[in-house]
């Protein structure tokens, strides 16, 4: 997979990022932050393991982030 944005920045000609993704749907990055939290300091897996799997996808995806 690329590391190639799919979609344009919502800042205009700044580089798009992750974060800058979100700004399209301003009203999801709320939502999106308290569920992103929550996966990460809760759950049935501990903190390691968690790490392991999003480095795991990461390498997978070809993640630049």
Known sequence: MS???R???AFGEET???GGMLYH???LVGIYAKLYSQFWSHGVLDQPT???VRLRNARTI???Y
């Open 25 to 27: 749907q301003p009203e």
């Open 50 to 52: 968690k790490e392991v």
């Open 3 to 5: 590391t190639s944005p």
């Open 16 to 18: 798009t990022s992750y």
């Open 62 to 64: 070809d993640c630049g």
């Open 7 to 9: 979609m344009p920045s």
